[in-house]
C-alpha cells in the first residue's frame, strides 16, 4: 500500500518541471531479493507482492510496472530513485551500519543520491528545508520500540512548521484500534493542516498482537489524491484480502 500511493505521490511531484527533493528517513538497504534464503524462509511475500504481480491494467499497474523493471523488489528507495528526473535529488537515511553500507553501494554511482547515516528524526531538523522548496518527507518507522507514535507526530509537526509547503507521507502499523486512534487525535490537535490518512485492513483489528493492516499519513496531498487513493486501496482490497472485515478507510484529519 505504501508503495503503491508513494509511486501515485511522485508522479504528481513530477507533473511540474520545477526539480524536488525527497527525503526517505527509514531508508533500509533499498532493494530486496524474493529468491533469497529469509524470504524464502518465511514466504511472506507470496501473500503480498506476490499475489499482485501479474497484474497490467487499473490503479496498480504504474507502480506495478516499475516492480517489474526493478528485477526484485524495490523498497522506497528504489522505486523513488527510478522516477527521478535530472534535475531531482533524493536523500536516504540509514542509521543500521549494514544495511547503510548496502544502501551506499547500491546507488554509488547516482549522483542524485545522497546516503546518511543519522538518525532518522535527527535527519528531519538536518535536512529540512529543501533548497528546491518542493518535495516529499516519507517517514516509515519500524515501530519497534515504545513511543513511535508519538515521535512520529513530532516529526510530521516539525517538518510542517520548517517548510509548510513539502508533502509528507508517514506509515503506521494498524493492530489495535485504540493506539491508531490515539495517533489521529494527536495530528488533529497538532496544528499541522491538510492531512488525510489512508488505511487498509486485512481483517478486522480486535487482535492487537497481530499486523491488522496499515496507514499512511499524507500531509498536503496533491491534487487528485484523495481520489486516486481510494481506487488504489479499493484494488488491494479485492487482491489482498480475504477475511471478515478486510476494507479499506481514507480520512481527513485536518483541513486545509
Request: net charge negative; with cysteine.
Amino acid at each position: 500500500m505504501k508503495h503503491a500511493l508513494l509511486v501515485w505521490l511522485l508522479r504528481a511531484l513530477a507533473r511540474k518541471p520545477a526539480p524536488f527533493r525527497v527525503l526517505d528517513t527509514h531508508a533500509g538497504i533499498g532493494r530486496y531479493d524474493l529468491a533469497s534464503d529469509e524470504a524464502e524462509r518465511t514466504g511472506e511475500w507470496r501473500a503480498g507482492i506476490g499475489r499482485l504481480l501479474d497484474i497490467t491494467e487499473g490503479p496498480l499497474a504504474d507502480y506495478l510496472d516499475l516492480v517489474r523493471a526493478d528485477g526484485g523488489y524495490p523498497g522506497s528507495p528504489a522505486l523513488t530513485a527510478a522516477l527521478l528526473r535530472p534535475q531531482d535529488r533524493l536523500a536516504l537515511v540509514e542509521l543500521h551500519e549494514e544495511d547503510h553500507a548496502t544502501l551506499r553501494a547500491l546507488f554509488r554511482r547516482d549522483s542524485r543520491v545522497a546516503v546518511h547515516r543519522r538518525d532518522a528524526f535527527e535527519a528531519v531538523r538536518a535536512l529540512t528545508p529543501f533548497p528546491e522548496k518542493r518535495g516529499l518527507v516519507l517517514m516509515d518507522p519500524p515501530f519497534e520500540q515504545p513511543g513511535e507514535y508519538e515521535r512520529l507526530t513530532a516529526a510530521i509537526t516539525e517538518v510542517s512548521r520548517r517548510a509548510r509547503g513539502l508533502v509528507q507521507a508517514a506509515w503506521y502499523p494498524i493492530k489495535g484500534r485504540a493506539p491508531v486512534r490515539a495517533f489521529h487525535t494527536a495530528l488533529a490537535e497538532s496544528g499541522v493542516r491538510d492531512v488525510v490518512a489512508a488505511e487498509l485492513h486485512l481483517r478486522e483489528p480486535v487482535d492487537a498482537a497481530r499486523l491488522n493492516g496499515c496507514g499512511l499519513i499524507v500531509v498536503n496531498p496533491p491534487y487528485g489524491f484523495e481520489e486516486a487513493a481510494r481506487a488504489i486501496l479499493e484494488a488491494l482490497r479485492v487482491e489482498l484480502s480475504g477475511e471478515a472485515g478486510a476494507g479499506w478507510a481514507l480520512t481527513r484529519i485536518a483541513d486545509e
